[in-house]
Every structure is written in C-alpha cells, then in structure tokens.
C-alpha cells in the first residue's frame, strides 16, 4: 500500500522515509540552503555548529520571531469598544498582561526547580547550582514585579474611575496563573478559607488548577531532598543529641543568671519565655515535640527536614553546605517576595478603590490584605533562625565528618610540584 510524505512542502506517494529523506537532500543542495524538518531534526545537537544552524534553518525576523504582530494588537479597551474611550485603560491593560507574562516565566522556572529536586537520589546532586540559579532568577522577576506597581499607580482613583466600571466582572481574582504559582509553591485547598475564586474560572482553568493540585510542589520536593541528607548520624555521631546537650549547656546559664540578676515578677516573666525558648529548641531533637506541633498546625515541616535544614543552616560554612544554605534562603525569599508583592498590591487598590468591593466580587483591599499574612509556605524555614545559635558555642563536628563535608583533591606524589605551581607548572611568583 502507498504511503504518503511530506517532504519540504509537497507529498510524493509511495516513498520510504528513507527515500524521502534522501530526496529532500538532494532538493536542498539544488534549490537552496534550508532544509525540512525530516532532515535537519537528524542531525545530533552535538554536531549543530553555527555555521549548520544558519545554513540550514530559515532566518529570524525580530518582529516575527517576537510575535509582534499578535502582542502589539492583544491591547483593546473596553471603553474603546463602547465609545467612551479612557486614556488610562490602555495602561492598566499592558501593566496586567506583562504581570502575566512574567508569571507564565515563574511557572518555567518553577516546573524546571520542582522537577529537578524530585529527581534527585542523593543529597548531593551537583544540580543544585542550577536549582540556585533558577530560585535566584525568580527572585529578580518578583522584583520586577514589585517596581512594576509603582507603573499603575500613576493611574490616578479619578482615572481608574472612568473606565472601572466596564471591566465587571472581570479580576485579578480569575488569574489561573497567579493561582498557579500558589499551588506549585505549596499553598494547597485546606490551607484557604472558602473565598469563590475557584467556581469564577473557566472550565479549561479549573482543570489546570485541579491538575496542580494533585502534583508534587516546591515544598513537597524541597521537604523529600532535605530528608536526603545524610550527615546527621555518621559513625557514632548524632547530630540530635549533640544539639540537645549544646542548647542544654546555653540554657543552664541563661537560667543562671536570671535567677541571679532578676527578681519578683521580672524573673517570672523571664522564666515564662526561657521555658518556650526550651520548648522550641526541644522540638528540633525531639520527634514526639516536633510531631505534637504539626498536629496542632503548628508546623508543617516533617521532624527529620527540619532537622536536616537547622544542620544545614548551623553549619553553612562547610563546604558542602553552602550552596545548599543558599537555596533554603532563597526559597524563603520567593516567598517572602511574592507576600511584599501581595502587600504592595493590597495597598495600590486601598489608593484606588479605598474600601469598595472589587470588581470580581471579593472585599477587595482587605481581602488582599488578609492574604499576606495567611498564605505561608515556607514558614518552618524562615523560624529554623530560632533555633540557632552561636557559633562560638557550636558543638565541634567529627573530624571524619568534616572530610565529607569538604571539596579536595586527591593528588598522587609524583604530581605534588604540579598541584604547587597551580597546575600549569609556572611559579606562583610569575
């Protein structure tokens, strides 16, 4: 039975993809530079040099390879539409649709970070840099994000009222990218209050929601990569117990001295908060304290990440630890950024709308507020700074401990003077 190709824009009938490969091949030489799909996709990337990649593939056009066309015409004023044009509106619409723009970015940022740390088998993994370089890109665009309020906020309360009431019902409300970026960061159902943005989506929206829902998260795969780590018991040594007799010996003596420096209710209320400062330190090296606390929704963090993050963070200076110290703050701050993001938010529709509902239907300003606070993620993180303490009163880590935790090589002796003069045989002096 003939089959049917497509090779380079036209079918021939009763080709093997072989043939047509071969023919097209012979077309490109005789007809031109750039060749089809069935060709160039057979070439290894590894062998796609610069001069394969202008000869073969057709050239860019800024305004087409952009889509300007489609983006310069997607801005279209409702109040235009109505005769009642407002010279505001075309402003307040750019300012959302690059909002948008940028949180489609967060979102590829996102997948790429969650699918990375769930992949990962060992503590570790030398894609951790590149987990810290996406954390870091997403903290710059919430920056962005941040300065961009400032942009809308020219919009004077006046302006914005000539053209607010023809967006109704329309919202930030029904931002299914927003909504996104808080389910992959972690913020799941039985976390918000029944608050109806969900039944104001599209059907199609409503099934990417749901599809988030159930998928793994960034604290769910950050949470599974701290459980990695493999430090805290190592030949004899127990990371636990040498923090228990540690914070011990520090609490003795701030016991000490209130007993001897305070007095009536002074030393009272100075007991009261040395037993709750005991009480949090009692959680990090014990499970049924830790456990007790997640129960009551106190904390969300599992008894042996936690553990793992308070190591990391005690002792970062390591080498080993380092970088991961460095994502476990950036991960803090993405969230932190997005709450001043929700902050400054709240407070531009309190300039522009004081007290009114929003035109979706929410209590608008405090409803927005209201999110700030509530929505925490990565909160057993940011508080891991409690439990801290000195390093001066550190406990010593194992000597073989530190070998692991260290960058060296291993150099035979033949090769000493080669490692000396830097690895190129000059002086260090030249």
Not at 400 to 421: A, C, G, P, S, W
Request: hydrophobic fraction near 35%; charged fraction near 30%.
């Amino acid at each position: 039975m003939a089959e049917s190709h497509k090779a380079n824009g036209y079918f021939q009938q009763g080709w093997s993809l072989s043939a047509a490969i071969e023919k097209n091949e012979e077309r490109n030489i005789a007809n031109g530079p750039f060749s089809s799909d069935i060709t160039r996709n057979n070439v290894a990337r590894s062998q796609r040099t610069q001069q394969y990649i202008r000869q073969t593939f057709e050239p860019q056009y800024y305004s087409d390879y952009l889509q300007l066309d489609n983006l310069l015409s997607c801005q279209v004023p409702v109040t235009e539409r109505a005769g009642d044009k407002a010279h505001d509106e075309t402003l307040f619409i750019i300012v959302h649709q690059v909002f948008e723009l940028w949180f489609k970015q967060i979102l590829v940022e996102l997948d790429s970070i969650i699918e990375i740390l769930s992949s990962m088998e060992v503590f570790c993994d030398k894609r951790l840099a590149l987990v810290l370089h996406r954390l870091e890109r997403i903290k710059e665009i919430e920056d962005v994000m941040i300065r961009q309020i400032e942009v809308i906020q020219t919009i004077t309360p006046q302006e914005f009222l000539d053209f607010r009431d023809y967006l109704f019902p329309a919202s930030g409300f029904q931002s299914f990218q927003f909504r996104l970026f808080e389910e992959k960061l972690g913020i799941r159902n039985p976390m918000r209050p029944n608050e109806g943005w969900f039944n104001s989506l599209r059907e199609e929206h409503k099934q990417i929601i749901q599809q988030a829902e159930v998928a793994p998260c960034l604290f769910e795969v950050v949470e599974k990569w701290l459980q990695l780590l493999p430090f805290r018991e190592f030949r004899g040594y127990n990371f636990s117990q040498s923090y228990k007799e540690a914070t011990d010996r520090m609490l003795q003596v701030d016991e000490s001295i209130i007993e001897q420096h305070y007095e009536g209710e002074d030393k009272e209320r100075a007991l009261r908060e040395l037993e709750r400062t005991k009480k949090a330190f009692q959680s990090a090296y014990d499970r049924a304290t830790h456990e007790h606390l997640i129960q009551t929704g106190q904390r969300r963090l599992g008894f042996r990440a936690t553990g793992a993050a308070l190591l990391i963070m005690l002792y970062e200076d390591e080498p080993m630890l380092h970088t991961p110290a460095l994502i476990l703050r950036a991960v803090v701050d993405v969230e932190d950024k997005l709450n001043l993001w929700r902050y400054r938010h709240a407070q531009m529709v309190r300039r522009m709308i004081g007290g009114k509902v929003g035109t979706g239907g929410s209590v608008g300003h405090a409803y927005l507020r209201s999110t700030v606070d509530r929505y925490r993620v990565f909160g057993d993180l940011a508080n891991v700074s409690t439990l801290l303490i000195p390093r001066r009163l550190l406990p010593e880590l194992p000597s073989e401990l530190r070998e692991q935790l260290t960058y060296y090589h291993r150099m035979e002796k033949l090769d000493r003077t080669f490692f000396d003069r830097g690895g190129s045989g000059e002086s260090l002096d030249d």
